[in-house]
Every structure is written in structure tokens, then in C-alpha cells.
């Protein structure tokens, strides 16, 4: 087998790590910079912190993003990258203020709007101003990767641009950041943790090093999410879960994500679930037909289920879902009354090409009894 491993983020992990935020600016150098933040942060008074920290090297916030940020949010982010003569980019908060973040810190230096480079297969400048990541959830693990997910409502579009110039220059991960995340964000952005790891690890582009970090991950979110979500001042609790964000963000990224995510970008775009949800949605039924694979990788993926302490892959999906319905999650699509159309829309807008990393083919049948179930 031949693999190789790259994570050219530099981490740094701890409470108050946050306010380091100057001395790592001045080990890289710069001098100017623009915070780009959740919207939620800008009004609770967390930005101003952030900016006032910074001793002078934030000089503008950006912070008008939605929780899927769309392709004109991008260009309103470059613009004020422009005209402010910012050379880096602090992002904080969770994945929609760093998807922002990655496209814009590109295309500011261009003239075009990321509409261009957004899942059509234009190649984007080698050119980018750095970004210093300050993720506020423990879930998307968007501080470690190299991925920036756009929606473009008009065109009917969500998906992702990948391109090494995301990858953030310093993620400084600070669990004390998460403590007041709402119950609700809390589980949606746990499972698409859950979702991360096993994903990277049953993806057909799976290697040894990211096998060994969606182990741990998954650990981690099964024995610490129920009681981050019960209790979001379980220090423990919330500092485990951010642990377990930013590895199995390691762990997914140079494998890809696989069936879930390919489903997640039309239940967002279409009906608005939230990102981690949607994939959580769908996570125990394709962990109950990769159980079913055949030969040696589905002896892995048992095995893989085994090593966390399950009788096999089905008996994990069981816990799945029982995680699921402790935590509140969506378990169903029943309140949107999908017609025989609708359903059908599902099963052609989920073959997005993330589908493809699946260790078992999804076919459309699979894919429509799949839906059919959740009615």
C-alpha cells in the first residue's frame, strides 16, 4: 500500500491559547490584519474582545455570513480585504467564518467573484494572504483542512472548493472558546465530528496515519458528546470534544469525506438542515450497508468497529443511532412531507462526487430507500 501524510497546519491546543493571538502574529510577521468572524460573536461582545487583544493588528471586521456562506459573502469578505490593505485573516468561529475566510483570502486578489472558481473546475490563483484560525465549536475541524464549502442559492449549488492555500497558517484551538455553544450547535457539530472520522476512515482513500487518528476521534465523541451536550460547562467534556474536532479533521482530510457529506449538501441546500445534522442523518444508515462490504475492507470497517468496542459495524450504527436521539438529532425528514418528486430530486442531487469515496457503490435504489424511510 502506498500513502503519504501532509498537515501543514501548525496547532497549538489549550485554554487561553486565544490570547496568544499577538506573539503568533509577530512570529509570522505581520502587522495588519481583519477579523472574520460568526455573525453571533460580532453581537455578544467576543469579536470586540478579539480585536482589542490583538493590541492594534486587527484593523476591520467582516462578520456578514450566513451558517452556509454563500458565494456573494465571499466577495463582500475580499472586497474589505481590498480596501483595508489586510495581510492576514483571523477567522473565528466555526466553519461558515472559515469557509468565508479561505475563499476570500484568495481571491482578493482577483477582480472576479469566487462564482468562478466555485465547483466549476477553474483553477484559483496561487496567491493568499495567511489565515490565523480561532475555531469557537468542536466540529467542522475547518482550522486543519484545506476545504472551503459555498452555497450559491441562485444556482441551486452547495459544495466544496479544495486548494492547499486553505489550509490555515496557525490554528490556535482553545476549548474554553466552545463553552457557551448552545445545546443544539453542540450536537450538530459533535456528529459531524463522528461523521469526519468515519467517513475518513472508510473512504476508499483511507491510510494508516489518518486509520489511527478516526480511532481516536471517534472515541473521544462517543464517550464525551452526551455530556457536552448535557452539560456545556463539563470542562472536560468541552475540551475532549475539541480534541476530538481537530483530529478527526486531520483524519478526513487527505481521504475525503464519502457518503454522508455527498447527502448532506442537497438536504442543506434544498431544506436548510444544518450541516452537521444532515450528515448525522444519514451516518447509522450507510454505516449499516458499508457493514455489508465485502472481503477485506469490510473486515476492516468490522474491525474498525470492534477496536471502539462494538460486536461489528451494525452494532455501532445501533449506537449511532441511540447518540443521535440522546442529543436531540434530526432522526427523520418527516415535517417536510416529500413528495415521489422531491424524493427523486434527493437521489439525483446526492450523487455529488464525494459519493464516489464510498467503500460500497451507492446506487440510486439504495439511495431511494434510503429517503423513502425517512418519510
Known amino acids: 500500500m502506498n500513502w503519504f501524510y501532509t498537515e501543514p497546519v501548525n496547532i497549538r491546543f489549550g485554554e487561553g491559547v486565544r490570547k496568544t493571538l499577538p506573539d503568533v502574529a509577530a512570529e509570522l510577521g505581520l502587522k495588519k490584519g481583519i477579523l472574520v468572524s460568526d455573525p453571533f460573536f460580532a453581537q455578544n461582545g467576543l469579536a470586540d474582545q478579539i480585536v482589542k487583544d490583538s493590541k492594534g493588528l486587527l484593523i ?91 452555497s450559491n ?91 476530538a474536532s481537530v483530529i ?20 442543506t441546500n434544498l431544506y436548510r438542515i444544518p450541516h452537521g445534522e444532515a450528515c448525522g442523518l ?4 450507510f454505516a449499516r450497508v458499508n457493514a455489508k462490504a465485502e472481503g477485506e475492507t469490510g473486515e476492516r470497517i468490522n474491525t474498525f468497529a470492534r477496536e471502539l468496542g462494538y460486536k461489528d459495524m451494525l452494532d455501532m450504527a445501533d449506537a449511532i443511532t441511540e447518540l443521535k436521539k440522546d442529543i436531540g438529532l434530526r432522526m427523520d425528514l418527516k415535517d417536510f412531507s416529500l413528495t415521489d418528486e422531491e424524493v427523486e430530486t434527493l437521489v439525483q442531487t446526492s450523487h455529488h462526487p464525494n459519493m464516489l469515496n464510498n467503500p460500497v457503490e451507492i446506487t440510486d435504489e439504495i439511495l431511494r430507500d434510503m429517503y423513502n424511510s425517512f418519510r
Open 248 to 267: 478527526a479533521g486531520m483524519a478526513f482530510t487527505l481521504p475525503k469525506t464519502t457518503s454522508s457529506h455527498a447527502c448532506s449538501f442537497p438536504l
Open 153 to 243: 442559492h441562485a444556482k441551486g449549488k452547495k459544495g466544496p472548493i479544495n486548494n492547499d492555500l486553505f489550509y490555515p497558517a496557525i490554528a490556535l484551538i482553545d476549548p474554553e472558546l466552545t463553552y457557551s455553544l448552545p445545546k443544539k450547535q453542540t450536537a450538530s457539530c459533535g456528529i459531524d465530528v463522528l461523521c469526519h472520522a468515519v467517513e475518513g476512515f472508510w473512504s476508499k482513500g483511507h491510510q494508516p496515519i489518518c486509520d489511527a487518528l478516526a480511532l481516536h476521534a471517534s472515541r473521544l465523541v462517543f464517550q464525551y458528546l452526551r455530556r457536552a451536550y448535557e452539560n456545556g460547562e463539563d470542562r472536560e467534556a468541552r475540551e475532549k470534544m475539541a480534541e
Open 60 to 150: 476591520a471586521v467582516y462578520s456578514q455570513i450566513s451558517p452556509n456562506p454563500e458565494v456573494g459573502e465571499v466577495d463582500a469578505c475580499a472586497d474589505v480585504i481590498r480596501k483595508t490593505g489586510a495581510e492576514f485573516i483571523v477567522a473565528l468561529g466555526g466553519g461558515s467564518s472559515m469557509d468565508c475566510a479561505k475563499s476570500a483570502s484568495v481571491v482578493c486578489f482577483t477582480n472576479d467573484s469566487i462564482e468562478k472558481y466555485h465547483m466549476t473546475g477553474v483553477p484559483l490563483p496561487d496567491k493568499h494572504i495567511p489565515i490565523i484560525a480561532l475555531p469557537t465549536t468542536a466540529g467542522t475541524g475547518s482550522e486543519v483542512t484545506c476545504v472551503s464549502v459555498l
Open 282 to 285: 444519514t451516518l447509522d444508515y
